[in-house]
């Protein structure tokens, strides 16, 4: 089945460490995104990317950094500089022509 | 911000009654799209509405659009247990937007009492 895969679907670090969120997709999809969301909150965009090796920056890009080295896989990197990052992370994409967004299941992050 | 804003935050039904669920936003947009998040999970596309459109429907949901107002509402009818989850609404800006630069709002809870 076509889908997108996000693990770790839980993650503990310790403060000061780097972690990578992976999101790997076959669902042939061009875009990449990934959101943030704390409780009782919309989601926020991080970064994005339409196409191999190339990405934006989103909304709330700082203590971030990604990569698209592939159409299928486009991890998140979450840096020491990054001064609050627990938090549940969303990787979604789409297709050529699409309207709407699909969902990996999530990362959860905590920084003990 | 272009944010959408949901109201209520959190609603609570019993089995069998219809839920609405209102959406609010500032800025013209393209589309607005509603989105289904079971507890934990990521989210799932429900419905989307175009900035043309007044309304639209699929299986039990009806979307509502006023352009005027800014506003949206959906309506689950007939709710269910299963339906329990948090919803939200997702606005895409005006001409040129980049599709993955929604704006969500931040949600909905509907819990539906069996």
């Known amino acids: 089945d076509g889908g997108i895969t996000q693990s770790p679907k839980y993650l503990f670090r310790k403060e000061g460490q780097n972690v990578t969120l992976s999101c790997e997709q076959n669902l042939n999809h061009d875009a990449m995104y990934w959101y943030r969301q704390d409780p009782g909150q919309g989601l926020r965009l991080i970064y994005y990317?339409?196409?191999?090796?190339?990405?934006q920056k989103g909304d709330i890009a700082e203590g971030y950094s990604v990569s698209r080295e592939k159409k299928e896989s486009f991890p998140l990197t979450v840096t020491s500089a990054q001064k609050n990052p627990t938090a549940f992370y969303l990787c979604a994409s789409h297709g050529q022509g699409a309207n709407v967004l699909t969902f990996g299941a999530g990362s959860r992050l905590t920084v003990l | 911000s272009q944010q959408g804003e949901e109201d209520p935050q959190a609603l609570s039904i019993q089995e069998g009654e219809n839920a609405t669920m209102n959406c609010s936003y500032k800025t013209s947009i393209n589309n607005l799209q509603w989105y289904r998040q079971n507890s934990g999970r990521g989210l799932v596309h429900l419905i989307l509405i175009r900035s043309n459109e007044r309304e639209k429907h699929s299986g039990r949901l009806r979307v509502t659009l006023d352009t005027s107002k800014k506003s949206s509402s959906l309506l689950i009818t007939a709710s269910r247990a299963a339906d329990t989850a948090s919803y939200f609404c997702a606005t895409l800006g005006g001409r040129g937007s980049t599709l993955g630069r929604l704006y969500f709002g931040r949600g909905t809870q509907l819990t539906v009492w069996p």
């Open positions: 990317s339409q196409i191999v090796n190339d990405f």
